[in-house]
């Protein structure tokens, strides 16, 4: 059996610093319109996904700031920000429904190995849906924010895999040192969008080219800080 609560950065002690969620100021960036997750029936309740912390808001203003400075009319594109627990409960259970369907399997006829299995490949990309205050998803804490890139004619830039997609494509230097058709430009990419948000103050998810975060757990792990700034919001 799996244990698929084991996160190293589960490890961080939470020390809140009550901080509000704000509103993103869109204007300032792009965003996919009608979100991808409200899009499929996901409840967003009193906050919309377009929500931070508003230190994580400031650093994605910065981000945006050094993009202008590199690719002049570049924008970041928001794809998911703020995700409450059921939110998060409800994508993992369609990332599970959506997996069995692509293997060709029936839910209901599934065996313990093939159930386990995909459970598996979903909380390899898909935070557990927890409601333990140690162990909170991260973007439920209005810290952590999914992105890509839009170029100067508004198309969204390739990075050689799409968001949120179960596959090893996902990992930040899939292509670095690929010789598939296409791999330095989708890397040279992926190395953009990571340098301004690292310069912004964020950090990248190791599995993931489009997650970052400032202030929670994976980030203090990552930035090798005793104490997260963020804990769960609701
Ligand atoms: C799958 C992706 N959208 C995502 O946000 N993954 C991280 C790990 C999460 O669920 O917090
Ligand atoms: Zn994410």
Redesign the pocket.
């Known amino acids: 059996m799996i244990n698929y609560q084991v996160r190293p950065y589960h490890q961080i002690l939470i020390v809140e610093c009550g901080e509000p969620l704000v509103e993103i100021p869109l204007e300032l960036l792009a965003w996919e319109s009608p979100h991808p997750y409200a899009r499929l029936g996901a409840a967003y309740g009193e906050y919309s996904p377009y929500f931070l912390r508003q230190s994580v808001v400031n650093c994605l203003i910065k981000a945006q700031n050094y993009l202008d400075l590199v690719r002049p009319h570049w924008r970041i594109q928001i794809?998911?920000a703020y995700?409450p627990v059921a939110v998060?409960q409800f994508?993992?259970d369609y990332?599970f429904a959506m997996a069995v369907e692509e293997r060709g399997l029936i839910a209901a006829e599934l065996t313990p190995q093939q159930r386990q299995e995909i459970w598996q490949a979903v909380y390899e990309?898909?935070?557990v849906p927890s409601l333990d205050e140690k162990t909170p998803?991260?973007?439920s804490t209005g810290a952590?924010v999914?992105v890509t890139l839009v170029d100067d004619s508004g198309q969204v830039v390739n990075m050689g895999s799409p968001?949120?997609e179960m596959s090893e494509r996902s990992h930040p230097d899939y292509y670095a040192n690929s010789v598939e058709p296409g791999a330095r430009e989708y890397h040279a990419h992926r190395q953009l969008l990571y340098d301004v948000m690292l310069k912004a103050g964020f950090q990248r998810?190791p599995?993931?080219w489009?997650?970052f975060s400032y202030g929670d757990q994976?980030w203090a792990w990552l930035n090798k800080q005793p104490t997260a700034l963020y804990g769960r919001v609701l």
Request: aromatic content about 14%; proline content about 9%; cysteine-free.
């Open positions: 794809f998911d995700r998060q994508m993992v990332s990309i898909w935070a998803p991260p973007h952590a999914d968001i949120d998810n599995k993931e489009w997650h994976m």
